[in-house]
């Protein structure tokens, strides 16, 4: 029973032992997505980053950007042309929609904001960007800031 023990004693002894001081912890790289994966605003002083999901697709011209935070909080760009240039934002054309703990917030009546296009690759499927507006929780009457940019490369709706 000493013998079985002791040799408990020693296997316990020779376990600790390796164990590493330094495990390699992996963290998440600085700043917001990668280059053509990008998708991040400024939420009235709340940042916003797509890593959680971002997924851009376009069809008829128009494109759709769906980001998705790790917190839940959603963001989507819905751009009514792909046409390099500045695109106006209202409750009709180019609307962004903001989704934030139950609550969503859009280009609501009389709020304005735009939508810029920089750069449009038709060959990569690759977009550019920036926006701004002010958004409107129509039920509440909460208004909300936002603004940001994008680049992102995009799927095909057929």
């Known amino acids: 029973m000493k013998n079985i023990t002791a040799s408990l004693v020693l296997v316990s002894l020779f376990a600790a032992?390796?164990?590493?001081?330094?495990?390699?912890?992996?963290?998440?790289?600085?700043?917001?997505?990668?280059?053509?994966?990008?998708?991040?605003?400024?939420?009235?002083?709340a940042d916003f980053c797509a890593e959680g999901s971002l997924v851009a697709v376009a069809g008829e011209g128009a494109l759709t950007i769906n980001g998705l935070a790790l917190n839940g909080v959603s963001l989507t760009?819905?751009?009514?042309?792909?046409?390099?240039?500045?695109?106006?934002?209202?409750?009709?054309?180019?609307?962004?929609?903001?989704?934030?703990?139950?609550?969503?917030?859009?280009?609501g009546p009389g709020g304005e904001g735009t939508i810029t296009i920089t750069s449009h690759d038709e060959i990569s499927n690759s977009v550019t960007g920036s926006f701004e507006a002010g958004l409107l929780n129509v039920q509440s009457g909460v208004q909300r800031s936002v603004s940001g940019s994008f680049e992102v490369i995009y799927t095909t709706q057929q």
């Open 17 to 45: 032992c390796a164990i590493e001081e330094n495990p390699i912890v992996q963290t998440i790289t600085p700043g917001c997505g990668t280059d053509g994966n990008r998708f991040q605003a400024d939420l009235g002083g």
């Open 77 to 107: 760009l819905q751009i009514d042309s792909l046409q390099v240039g500045l695109h106006e934002s209202n409750e009709a054309n180019n609307n962004i929609l903001l989704m934030e703990q139950g609550q969503n917030y859009t280009v």
